[in-house]
């Protein structure tokens, strides 16, 4: 079984991942850490445990991490889609929480990358402050990293926080430009050019609901998002990007991936936070240094969402 860490900002759709993750036989969940983004990292921490104890996940720790980006103040959270307390005001709907770590989130993912006997993968589903911290304090683990899976980043899409930037690049530039220009573990990053085309609508959440308490609970923290990717596509569905991520984390392949070197922008003009993928490719980054990352521009996304609802639903 595959070592995973989760690192999420919970957040709607990091729910609908952390129940992915937490109910796939094909991994060992070791551990779920938490970070600001969507909303406060206290509420984040809170919305984790109780997403754990509604998944009967009392067996995984949970690791509070950084409140705040690694240079700049963060400017803007998610609560006008993922609602004030993250989870579109149903959080108190979840648990009974599991308890919180003593260790913080970097010690606690340190100490399980250590413990392990292969190397784990890492899904990172919120900004990346705590990766790259972990790289930055650890070095000597990255080689028993077997991988990053990051949703986050925009090629072509454009941004959906900006008119360029995708929210969990944004949230840490610096952050998100250590990981995936400066670190040489394999990484895969899932975007919103691939994202955005994989959509739940309003009756598939409605099957879901009817499916169990479990899917009823997920379903009912649709409102705000729900209505805020309506707004956008134009009629009722909603993006589930961290589950998409997750789901690729669990099953490789999942999605098509191009080689791609990556730069992220850290001024602080109107293209802050913008993932730039270097389209001359694999090529171009042996030439100027820069490693390449798979950047997942394709996937079937009925098979994603079937096999989402088999996870969701099983
Ligand atoms: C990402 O930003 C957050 O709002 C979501 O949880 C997801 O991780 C999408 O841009
Ligand atoms: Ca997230």
Request: aromatic share 4%; proline share 7%.
């Amino acid at each position: 079984m595959t070592p995973l860490i989760v690192d999420t900002d919970p957040g709607v759709d990091d729910a609908f991942a952390l129940a992915v993750a937490a109910r796939s036989p094909e991994i060992d969940l070791r551990a779920v850490t938490t970070v600001h983004g969507n909303v406060t990292v206290d509420r984040t921490t809170d919305n984790a445990r109780r997403l754990l104890g509604t998944f009967g996940r009392a067996d995984v720790p949970v690791g509070r991490g950084a409140d705040r980006p690694l240079v700049h103040l963060l400017g803007r959270r998610s609560a006008g889609i993922h609602g004030t307390d993250g989870l579109g005001g149903r959080a108190a709907d979840f648990g009974p929480p599991v308890d919180e770590s003593s260790l913080r989130a970097v010690a606690l993912m340190a100490s399980v990358i250590e413990a392990s006997e292969e190397p784990v993968v890492i899904a990172a589903i919120g900004p990346l402050t705590n990766i790259a911290t972990l790289l930055s304090a650890r070095p000597d683990l990255e080689e028993s990293i077997a991988r990053f899976v990051l949703m986050g980043g925009s090629i072509g899409y454009g941004g959906n926080v900006s008119a360029a930037a995708e929210f969990n690049v944004w949230a840490d530039p610096e952050a998100a430009r250590r990981v995936l220009a400066g670190s040489v573990v394999p990484t895969t990053m899932v975007p919103l050019d691939l994202t955005m085309r994989i959509t739940v609508s309003a009756a598939w959440l409605d099957e879901l609901a009817a499916c169990g308490p479990v899917g009823a609970a997920l379903a009912a923290t649709r409102e705000s998002y729900l209505a805020a990717y309506s707004a956008r596509f134009g009629h009722a569905a909603m993006a589930v990007h961290d589950a998409v991520a997750l789901l690729e984390a669990i099953t490789p392949g999942t999605v098509s991936a191009t080689p791609l070197p990556i730069d992220v922008d850290t001024s602080t003009g109107p293209g802050r936070g913008t993932t730039i993928g270097d389209l001359r490719g694999p090529e171009a980054a042996a030439t100027d240094g820069a490693r390449p990352v798979d950047v997942a521009l394709d996937a079937d996304p009925d098979a994603v969402r079937a096999e989402l609802w088999r996870r969701l639903t099983g």
